[in-house]
Structure formats: C-alpha cells, structure tokens
C-alpha cells in the first residue's frame, strides 16, 4: 500500500546539471521545496499571505541520500508524506526517476512554524495537514 | 584612460558550469548584479530600506555579448561605468578573466526607478549617482 | 498570424522569486534557455551526442526587455521563432503571462555554433532548422 | 581548541535570498560545496583532471541543521573538519554569521569517490586527506 500523499512530475532543465553531467546536489533541494509548495498550495495556503500575518513556515533540517542521479532531460516524481513529531512536520519525500523507476533520492525535511519570529504549534497548519498525516 | 568607476574581484564557484565545463550563461547575470549591488551598497543607498519606503530599481533591459568562457575556479573581475539617459540609469558592465585578461562578456543593463510602481525620476538616486555619472 | 514556431508552458517556483517577492532577472534566461533546449530536443538534436562530436552550440549575444513581472506560482508561456543571419540563428522568445496575457519579456539570442572550437556554419543545425525558419 | 582544518569566508548575494528576506536554503548547500571544492583545490586536487581518469567523488548524504538565517549582503565564514569512516569521508561543516558570531547551519556531507562508476577507496584521496584527518 502506498504510503505517499502528493506526487510531481517534473523534468531536467539543462541548467541544473553540472560538470559530472548529471543534476547539481543543491537542485534536488529546489525540486523537494517546490513540491512541498505545490502541495501546500494546493491544500489551500497562501504563503505570501501567511508571510503578512507574521507566519512562516521554515526548515529546521533537512537530510537528503542520493541514490541515483539525474540527467539532462530526464522525468522524474517527487511524492511526498508527512508526520507530526511534536512541534514538527516531518515531510518524507522520495524522488524517483521515470525511465527506470529507480529511487533517485530520499529525504526528511523538518519544518517547524514562526509565528511572528517565535518557534510553536500553528492552529492554520494544524487544521490544513491534518486530513493528510500519516498514522 | 579608464572610464571604469568600481570593480569586484569574483571566482567561478563549481555549481555555476554546466556540461559544456563553462559558466552558463544566467549566470554571468548573477555576476553583473552582484556588482551593482556591492557598487549601490558601498554609495550609500540599502536596498532592503527603499522597497520599505516604495522604491524599487527594477532592470528595464539587459544585453550581453559573450566573447570568452569562465572556467571553474577561474578569477575575474566585472567593471562599471555608468551614464544617465532620460529616466535610465545605463550601467555598462565588463568582465575580464585575470588569467589571461581577456574580455570575457560586455554588458549595457538599464536601470529604472519605480516609486509605488510608477516609473519616474528618483531625487535619492540622482543624488546618490550624481558623482559617478559618465559624461 | 503568428510567428511563433514553439511554446512551453512553465509555472514559477518560490525559489526563482526574489526579495521584491518577483522572478530575478536571471531566471528569466533560466526559462529562455530551458525553451530553446526542449525545441531543439524535439526536432531530433541531442546537446550530449553534439558535445561528444565535438559541436557546441553556443549564446553570443542576449537581450531581454522586461515588460511586466513574473509572481510565484504565476502560470506563463514561452513562445520563440527563429530566423537566420549570416553564421548566426537569432531566436526571438517572449514570455507571455497566462493569468492576463500581458508580455513579461522580449528577448533575442543570437545562437552559433563551434565546432571543435571554431565558429562556422553546421550542416546539421541548417539541416535541422531549415523547416522552421522564420522567411 | 579548534578542530576546524578549514575555513572560507563569504558574503551573501541578493539574488541567493528569497521573498522571506533571507538567504534559501537549496543556497547553503552551494555553499559548502564551494567550500569543500576550494579546501580539496587547496590540498592539490583537480576535479577536472580526476573525472577525465574516471574518479568522481560524489555526495552520498547531506544533513543541514538550520540554526540562524543568513540575510543579504551579510558575511559568513564556512568551516570543515574530515573524518573518515569505512569508505566514506564525513565533511562537518559548520557556517557562522560574521556579524554576531552565531552559528547559521551544522552540516554533515558524507562523500563517497567512484571510480569507472564503482564505490570504493580511492588511494588518491586517502592520501591527500591523510594529513587533514580528524582523530
């Protein structure tokens, strides 16, 4: 049974491959924050609104084990899963390439919620993430 | 004679090459704001405070002519000069390498200033420039 | 009628958006870059076989006239045609915004090709492009 | 005392800072990679010349702990400590904000070397590392 709640598909821009030929350590970090934006948004939260009110969710750690590159070109879903772990959201999100199906990536990234400035539980992140927490 | 005002001494970062083992091209753009911002700092004027107040230096047009590729771990240095013409502020701005002292890219980037999103003269800016202006 | 040969469709991503809360300038070039490759991969050329051949198609000159602003997670289009000039194919790509259709950017890149080091013209690029010239 | 063997110093680029006004995190990683390749240039290796005879070190796993966010225009220093374990070599490297002193990011990189495309040591880096190693 499959345990993720979000997937994206995305493809290799030139751009993000370096020298080795294969896609830049830094930008698989830029594919993980944009799907956890698309899914955010998608569950109703408007960032730069949230940002007024004085609340930002931020990353508090993030560790990523690169299993298979990427190439130029190459497609690729990025899905995702989430937990709660006391004032954390604990996202899961596993990329893979579409060629072969392989993992070409696993990650955690810990987010925490500033509410102006000050680490704490957010009532909105709570209402939004709970019909998607896994159990 | 040298018509050049400011310079600033850079390195290619590895992340910046892309497979062709050169910088990609976006990123001589970096380079070249980098350099305006470190010239606009150093006269004076923080960015952060005029988008507090309304104003907001925005690009209007860029053009740049790539003559020599940057390498990884190659120095350089971007030079610049500026002129003022109608509401434009017309940054020309040079990079050489300083392996070779080689024209690397020649760039013209035009400046204008919004004031709550209307293009205009900017009294802080002519002011601040006024000293540097090519004439 | 319209000119336009090829289009991509593409979304903004948070970290392509700077602190005036808009796309960077350079990314734009990010985008222009990502439109020509995905064209020249559909009609049939490979950059990694053309590299190994020892081809290199590169930019030598680009302007950009930006028109209105790109926003996060803003929807847009990137449309280019191309017409030929001495040893030179000059793309012409605008970026459309999909929310009201106004112009974000106009730009030209002048494209040439080296091979083994050396400008010239390709056979396989003129090949390649001829269906698609702009007359 | 110091077990720090290394150590670069930084300021940061607008365009490496997002909408919340502080540097994005994708852009840290760039960072102690610059680091880590100015520290492994520094001891006399080349990265080009090593991928030309078939040696790619490569990242396996990155841990980045986000402490204090690094803002625009700000100066850090980046510094590294090497550890080795089994095959691999674990780089700590730590960022510290130079305007109040406060750690911005701990980092664990573990980098592994291939070599043809295959895991193991690599008797070049075990000797140019040799004398860096932490006990």
Sequence with gaps: MDKYIFELKMKVRYYECDMQGIVNN???????EHTRHEFI?????NFAELHKQGIDPVVARISITYK???????????KLYIEKEGVKYNFY?????????KV???SKVE???LTN???GESELFNKAFAPYLNK
């Design 111 to 113: 987010i925490v919620c």
């Design 104 to 106: 070409s990536a696993k």
């Design 117 to 119: 400035g000050r680490l």
């Design 41 to 45: 948004t998608k569950i109703g939260i």
């Design 93 to 101: 999100q596993d990329i893979f390439r579409l060629t072969d199906g």
């Design 26 to 32: 830094a930008n698989y970090q830029h594919y993980l």
């Design 68 to 78: 298979a590159p990427l190439h130029d070109g190459e497609e690729f879903v990025c």
